[in-house]
């Protein structure tokens, strides 16, 4: 079963698709996207543990870097205030790492604004197919209702005017027993009516957590940026004290960071499955949620033209029988009238309503097409396959950039705060102090005449 022709898989889903998925026993799995399943499950969660590993090795060799920075650093010479060769260096590596991270964060907010219009795309997707499955129920509702009134008032008016007239009141009876088929046969027509699975919900659904991971990642982004920039300060202005506090906000981003990227890359290897082969996974959940035959979703979700319209036999009924309508309505007009004027009035009341279920009628051939609903399909699939799983892989990079500059500036902090000159702020302080005994020594010199007067 192929993918439908509005939609196309992209290289990234091929590429990602063909990524070889085991289970903790490292049996390999299939690719095939199957959330149901407990192998299925394990192989998501063994490449969101990937990042969890690398997120110890990255611990672990910033612990063993530091430990031998600490331990295995010669002594500086006694009363040295020159810096260590090589420091310069150090405070630039530092920089650097620090500027990758903040491109990782541009390359962020890129691909959280590509997964959020992705995602949109979805959600909007859905509400225009239910505002199209709502507008078929209601046209069908309002004209069965319609047809009905016909039958109960103005049809009954009508037999019982041509009561004298044995030959019209047959007619008028053979038009309510087209009226009835009509309604019955559209009655069929709301296939959605009834159904538990709502578009709507799943709209709104979407849009509730698509929200909340839009603000999260969004205040991530700008935490990075913020343990970034007063990084930058403290290393400019080489303030112990404010890069001691970045030092362990860039750990706690680190942590995050390695956090996201196991999501983002589990979210991303289970959405390229589901976008290898989308039409199997979603005939089978909707025919599963709704109940609704297989030729009916077959004709929406695959809408090719080796598929007949499951409501095709209904439609054509139902037209015969309003042209059938429409023409007795016709002959009672040409032979009733004359004779009995009081009968012009229901025939006129019956031949609006004609003209209202006629384009009602019209209308629901429409909208019944599979053309309209399968482009809200391929729609969302545009969306969720496409700018939904680009974002993603923009973000998955954002996090690998960001947790390797910051795993970079935690080796590099630690000795580029062991080159800040020392304060002097306690020098100073004695300096400009006048009950300094130096202060005075340096104003008699200025002043000679200071002792004797006082």
């Given at each position: ?194 159904v538990p699975l709502s578009p709507l919900q799943v709209a709104e659904e979407v849009s509730f957590v698509e929200e909340y991971r839009w603000l999260a990642y969004v205040l991530l982004l700008l935490l990075e940026l913020l ?5 930058l300060l403290g290393l400019a202005k080489q303030s112990k004290w404010l890069v001691v506090v970045m030092t362990a906000m860039s750990l706690l981003v680190l942590v995050l960071s390695w956090g996201s990227m196991g999501l ?92 209202v279920t006629e384009g009602n009628f019209h209308q629901l051939v429409a909208l019944l097409h599979c053309r309209g609903l399968h482009k809200d399909y391929s729609a969302a699939l545009r969306g969720l396959c496409e700018d ?67």
């Amino acid at each position: 079963m192929g993918a439908p022709p509005g939609y196309r898989p992209s290289a990234w889903v091929h590429l990602l698709h063909q990524l070889p998925r085991a289970d903790f026993q490292l049996r390999p799995v299939p690719s095939g996207f199957a959330p149901q399943e407990q192998e299925y499950q394990q192989a998501l969660m063994l490449v969101a543990a990937l990042a969890g590993l690398g997120l110890g090795l990255s611990l672990i060799f910033i612990a063993v870097y530091l430990i031998r920075f600490c331990c295995c650093r010669p002594p500086e010479p006694p009363g040295a205030k020159s810096p260590s060769p090589g420091g310069g260096c150090v405070t630039w590596s530092c920089i650097a790492a620090l500027l990758v991270g903040c491109a990782g964060i541009g390359i962020g907010f890129y691909g959280n604004s590509e997964t959020s219009d992705g995602v949109s795309q979805l959600s909007s997707a859905l509400l225009h197919a239910n505002h199209t499955l709502s507008t078929i129920d209601h046209l069908v509702l309002e004209t069965v209702e319609g047809l009905g009134q016909a039958v109960r008032v103005e049809l009954t008016t009508l037999e019982e005017v041509l009561a004298e007239r044995t030959e019209l009141v047959a007619a008028a009876r053979g038009a309510r027993r087209q009226a009835e088929a009509v309604a019955q046969q559209l009655q069929g027509l709301a296939f959605w009516q009834g159904v538990p699975l709502s578009p709507l919900q799943v709209a709104e659904e979407v849009s509730f957590v698509e929200e909340y991971r839009w603000l999260a990642y969004v205040l991530l982004l700008l935490l990075e940026l913020l343990v970034c920039l007063f990084t930058l300060l403290g290393l400019a202005k080489q303030s112990k004290w404010l890069v001691v506090v970045m030092t362990a906000m860039s750990l706690l981003v680190l942590v995050l960071s390695w956090g996201s990227m196991g999501l983002e890359a589990a979210t991303a290897v289970g959405l390229s499955d589901f976008c290898s082969n989308p039409d199997t996974y979603i005939l089978n959940l909707t025919q599963e949620e709704t109940g609704l035959s297989s030729d009916i979703l077959n004709y929406y979700f695959l809408c090719s033209h080796a598929i007949s319209n499951p409501f095709q036999q209904r439609l054509t009924l139902s037209q015969r029988a309003l042209a059938n309508i429409h023409s007795q309505l016709q002959g009672l007009e040409r032979e009733a009238v004359p004779q009995f004027p009081s009968a012009q009035k229901p025939l006129l009341s019956l031949e609006e309503t004609l003209n209202v279920t006629e384009g009602n009628f019209h209308q629901l051939v429409a909208l019944l097409h599979c053309r309209g609903l399968h482009k809200d399909y391929s729609a969302a699939l545009r969306g969720l396959c496409e700018d939904a799983l680009e974002g993603l892989l923009f973000l998955l990079l954002f996090s690998l950039l960001s947790a390797g500059a910051l795993a970079a500036a935690l080796c590099s902090l630690p000795r580029a705060w062991a080159l800040f000159a020392p304060s002097d702020d306690y020098d100073d302080t004695e300096d400009d102090d006048p009950f300094n005994p130096q202060v005075w020594t340096w104003v008699r010199g200025r002043r000679p005449g200071l002792d004797s007067q006082v």
